[in-house]
C-alpha cells in the first residue's frame, strides 16, 4: 500500500480514459514513437522517486500501444534483484538492457527513446 498504489491508481484511470496532466505536444511525442519499447522498473514501497517514475512509464504504455511497463517490487523478488544487479532503484530496463537509475521525469525518458 505504498506510493505504489497511487500508480497503479492513476494508470487504471488513464487506461479508462482520464486526461493526463501533460500537454498535447508531449502526447504527441509519445504516440509518434515508432518501436516497441518494453520497460521493467525495480523499485521500493519506501522509494519517494519511484512513482514518479512508474507513473512517467505508465503514460507511455497508455499512450502509446507499442509500449509496456512493468513495476517490480525488489523486495518481492530478490533473486531477480541479484541476477540483474540491481543496487538502487528505480532501475529501469529497457528491452532487457540498463537504461536509467535514480530519478527520471517524462521528458528525459522521452529524450533518451526519441
Same mark, same amino acid.
Given at each position: /500500500?505504498?506510493?505504489?498504489?497511487? $500508480?497503479?491508481? @492513476? =494508470? &487504471? *484511470?488513464?487506461?479508462?480514459?482520464? !486526461?493526463?496532466?501533460v $500537454?498535447a505536444?508531449?502526447? #504527441?511525442?509519445?504516440?509518434s @514513437?515508432?518501436?516497441? @519499447?518494453?520497460?521493467?522498473?525495480? %523499485? $521500493?514501497? $519506501? +522509494?519517494?522517486? +519511484? !512513482?514518479?517514475?512508474?507513473?512517467? @512509464?505508465?503514460?507511455?504504455?497508455?499512450?502509446?500501444?507499442? %509500449?509496456?511497463?512493468? /513495476? %517490480?517490487?525488489?523486495? *518481492?523478488?530478490?533473486?531477480?534483484? =541479484?541476477?540483474?544487479?540491481? /543496487?538502487a532503484? !528505480? /532501475?529501469?530496463l *529497457?528491452?532487457g538492457? !540498463?537504461?536509467?537509475?535514480?530519478?527520471?521525469?517524462?521528458? #528525459? %525518458? &522521452?529524450?533518451?527513446?526519441?
Open positions: /500500500m505504498g506510493h505504489e498504489f497511487t $500508480s497503479l491508481v @492513476l =494508470a &487504471l *484511470l488513464q487506461a479508462g480514459g482520464y !486526461p493526463p496532466k $500537454s505536444e508531449t502526447l #504527441e511525442q509519445i504516440r @514513437l515508432d518501436a516497441e @519499447l518494453e520497460f521493467e522498473t525495480y %523499485i $521500493s514501497l $519506501s +522509494c519517494h522517486n +519511484c !512513482p514518479d517514475v512508474v507513473q512517467a @512509464l505508465n503514460l507511455l504504455a497508455v499512450v502509446n500501444p507499442r %509500449i509496456r511497463s512493468t /513495476m %517490480i517490487d525488489g523486495a *518481492l523478488f530478490q533473486a531477480e534483484v =541479484a541476477d540483474r544487479k540491481v /543496487m532503484v !528505480p /532501475m529501469v *529497457l528491452n538492457q !540498463p537504461f536509467a537509475q535514480g530519478r527520471l521525469t517524462l521528458e #528525459e %525518458i &522521452l529524450a533518451k527513446v526519441d
